[in-house]
């Protein structure tokens, strides 16, 4: 019983330290005393859900879904129309009322997840893609022209109602309902599905519920955000729930490593701030930089060069000196070919005049991030890894093993 | 009298006919970028997400070479259109689509051959998100620009009678003409002969005036209700001329798949990819010609629709038609040549069903519906053969 005992004590612990986490990220946002800075924090955390949830999905159970902004924009007109609709009669407000959405958006998104999984989970791979993104637009349509909803001006006038630890504490909330049942006999059943179907169903795992309820965990989640986002915004419209956006959230989930939830924490953090920092670029007399075409094409260019280059000479290279060398003049190449090609670009008339803005260059870098990282390392950044403190029992306890190291 | 007994339960099937017209017209584009989803899917297992970018860059290049042939946009007097500008457009078109396509074969898909097919899926979302976005940096797309309306000599359109219209109308018509005709005679020549403005307040011209007018009215009512007697279907020559080339391409495209050398080892190589290699043939030159034929055929449709539509032109103009052309990929059976014609032209006639329906705001959101069901229950597609992958 003692260690049962010890078992809570530290669970307890770690729930305490995560809440105080949340109202820490919200001090830091309040010290920095900006709008601008709590909205990027808020964003941020938004996304770090969105992220950890399709992880759940794509990553961890190995379901390739790309129509994640479904679910979020399911979770946020649901909470938003319930808000506008019943808030004033039911005599509530404030956390309680904030709780009381973020439940009920997330509720109405795992109902969605378990009517949209439920059928398409069935198909693999890419069919699975095409069908989860059908879907997604399918709902995008359906609200688009429904004018209870508001069609496509949107929703208006929701009660506006947020706190940063309440957004962060959903993220973290996500985070260790993932982390959990990755450690449980449940996670495991995920993961065996995602290494080998056929060998799980022989193992006796109902594969079919096992896909669903990943399916629906991470819609659950995604509604959550997307309900707080209806209350932090105001006002949701159909545009901000587009292909675009589960692409994004695809982009992050890509980029941290299928499969390893501290990868998606940190890209959907530096994804969601990306665009943010190219508004704030300026040139020298603090107007918005100016790019202009012929150096965005040569950066396009030999950025995928470089890339491919970097594939070809990894596949080749045997130890740690060969890969830091390939890495190293890859990066060479890039830096060469960027400052040969943007000249040689220049004499092309058209792309030497063109200005453009460094914002409206987001969806291009996101672009090229799933190309580059497909090209030279399509398990993401971080692959499959974790943070943990796990190498700090190996410290000092050498002689035990963890239950789950895999 | 309108034909009211072909209303029913809401519906106007009088205006059926021309919905399916419109249909087929429109699938017949469907059907040939369906042909470079389905060959690629054949050879190389990959859903070419970029193919619908393919169609937009060729809708563009249509609209260049139409600007180079002087048919800039808002100009008082268009130069003369000829049909050999039509075939330059339509040439340039596919091989700028063919070249594309090569381009993204050799730099996206090649490298990444070895690796998953989620891996290669995802690459080929980022080629066509980068196509979308980085085009609309350097394209015109802000307002959309379209195709000049002059650059096609095929202008207007022709009426084919499906019900004919009721003889016993066209009596009454024939019999008021004369007396609207002689009436308007009555009032020109008066007021040729006195020198009146027409709206003067002269008694005389005001009574001649209206009895013009009262004429005019019956005679006008009754072409009224003779057009709409009878149900016909009104054909654009544009849009005639648009299947006549589509049906060409598709022949000869069969014709290439089923009796050349090339078209053999292209079928070789979707049978077997392995086997194709060992036999000797050189799998990356198929493929290459794969991508080739498949984005000439999709530049083919683009420089279609962009000239005979109309539509105008953004970088997302590939989005939609490429999705629904996957569909009809799909509903056909995806990798199955035949099959993607049949789809695509089944996938345009769905679409206009549902306008005529009355759920227009539901056309696009039809492709999808369509693709769901035809994956759950018939994952094979309708000329596919019904094999469900395993593992």
């Known amino acids: ?406 | 009298m309108h034909p009211s007994y072909l209303i029913v339960a809401g519906l106007d099937f009088t205006a059926l006919p021309q919905q399916l017209v419109n249909g087929l017209l429109l699938g017949a584009i469907y059907a040939l970028i369906a042909l470079g989803y389905t060959m690629v899917y054949g050879v190389l297992k990959l859903i070419n997400f970029a193919h619908g970018e393919v169609y937009m860059l060729g809708a563009y290049t249509a609209l260049f070479t139409s600007w180079y042939f002087g048919f800039l946009p808002n100009l008082n007097q268009y130069p003369n259109s000829s049909f050999w500008i039509l075939l330059i457009m339509l040439a340039g078109s596919m091989i700028v689509c063919a070249i594309i396509g090569v381009l993204i074969e050799r730099f996206a898909y090649r490298p990444m051959r070895n690796n998953s097919r989620i891996a290669s899926l995802i690459t080929a979302i980022g080629v066509s998100l980068l196509f979308q976005y980085g085009g609309a940096l350097f394209l015109p797309n802000s307002p959309p620009p379209s195709v000049a309306e002059k650059v096609n000599p095929f202008g207007g359109a022709f009426s084919v009678p499906i019900i004919p219209a009721d003889a016993k109308l066209s009596e009454v018509v024939k019999a008021t003409q004369p007396d609207y005709e002689q009436k308007k005679k009555d009032l020109e020549e008066y007021l040729a002969s006195t020198g009146q403005e027409e709206f003067s307040s002269d008694p005389q011209v005001v009574a001649k005036r209206d009895a013009k007018q009262a004429a005019e009215q019956s005679y006008m009512d009754a072409k009224r209700k003779l057009e709409t007697s009878g149900v016909k279907v009104t054909i654009q020559r544009g849009q005639l001329t648009m299947l006549l080339t589509a049906i060409v391409l598709m022949l000869g495209l069969r014709y290439l798949v089923l009796k050349t050398p090339a078209g053999r080892a292209m079928r070789a190589v979707s049978l077997d990819f392995d086997s194709a290699a060992l036999m000797g043939i050189n799998v990356d030159r198929v493929i290459t010609w794969t991508f080739v034929i498949g984005s000439a055929m999709a530049g083919a449709g683009a420089m279609m629709t962009a000239t005979f539509l109309g539509t105008p032109l953004t970088t997302q103009y590939g989005v939609q038609p490429g999705v629904k052309a996957f569909v009809a990929a799909v509903l056909g059976g995806i990798g199955n040549i035949p099959g993607a014609a049949l789809g695509g032209i089944l996938m345009g006639v769905a679409e206009n069903l549902v306008v005529w329906i009355g759920f227009s705001q539901y056309r696009d959101a039809i492709a999808f519906v369509v693709l769901i069901f035809i994956l759950l229950y018939r994952p094979g597609g309708l000329l596919g053969s019904a094999k469900v992958e395993k593992v």
């Open chain 1, 1 to 406: 019983m003692a260690s049962s005992g010890r078992f809570w004590l530290i669970r307890l612990i770690s729930c305490l330290l995560g809440i105080a986490l949340c109202f820490g990220i919200q001090s830091v946002a309040h010290m920095l005393g900006n709008t601008y800075y709590e909205r990027l924090i808020i964003l941020a955390g938004l996304y770090v859900t969105l992220a950890v949830s399709l992880n759940l999905i794509n990553g961890i159970t190995g379901q390739f879904s790309i129509g994640h902004a479904a679910f979020y924009q399911v979770g946020a007109y649901a909470a938003g129309f319930i808000s506008v609709h019943y808030m004033t009669q039911l005599h509530m407000g404030g956390y309680a009322w904030m709780f009381l959405m973020v439940v009920v958006g997330g509720i109405a998104a795992a109902i969605t997840g378990f009517t949209v999984g439920l059928p398409s989970l069935r198909l693999r791979g890419d069919y699975l893609a095409i069908v989860t993104l059908g879907f997604g637009e399918i709902i995008r349509i359906i609200v688009q022209n429904s004018d209870a909803l508001g069609g496509s001006y949107g929703m208006k006038d929701i009660p506006k109602d947020y706190a940063i630890w309440a957004v962060w504490l959903l993220a973290a909330t996500c985070i260790a309902t993932c982390r959990n049942l990755l450690r449980s006999a449940h996670g495991l059943s995920f993961l065996a599905v995602r290494e080998d179907e056929v060998a799980a169903l022989a193992m006796g795992v109902n594969i079919t519920r096992v896909k669903v309820t990943a399916f629906v965990i991470g819609s659950m989640f995604a509604g959550a955000a997307g309900a707080l986002l209806a209350m932090f915004e105001g006002f949701v419209s159909p545009p901000m729930f587009s292909m675009d956006t589960s692409f994004i959230i695809l982009t992050m989930v890509v980029l941290g490593g299928t499969g390893s939830i501290t990868g998606s924490v940190i890209a959907a953090c530096f994804l969601s701030y990306l665009p943010e920092y190219l508004r704030t670029l300026q040139d020298a007399n603090h107007q918005a930089l100016m790019i202009s075409g012929a150096s965005i094409v040569a950066g396009i260019l030999s950025a995928l060069g470089s890339a491919a280059l970097l594939k070809r000479m990894l596949e080749h290279a045997s130890n740690l000196k060969g890969r830091l060398i390939a890495t190293g003049s890859s990066i060479a190449v890039l830096i060469v070919a960027k400052l040969a090609l943007t000249p040689l670009l220049t004499l092309v008339k058209p792309m030497a005049e063109k200005q453009i803005p460094a914002e409206q260059l987001r969806m291009v870098i996101f672009a090229l991030t799933l190309i580059v990282i497909m090209l030279i390392r399509p398990s993401g950044i971080l692959g499959r890894s974790e943070f943990s403190l796990d190498w700090l029992k190996r410290v000092f306890m050498p002689n035990r093993r963890m239950a789950t190291e895999l």
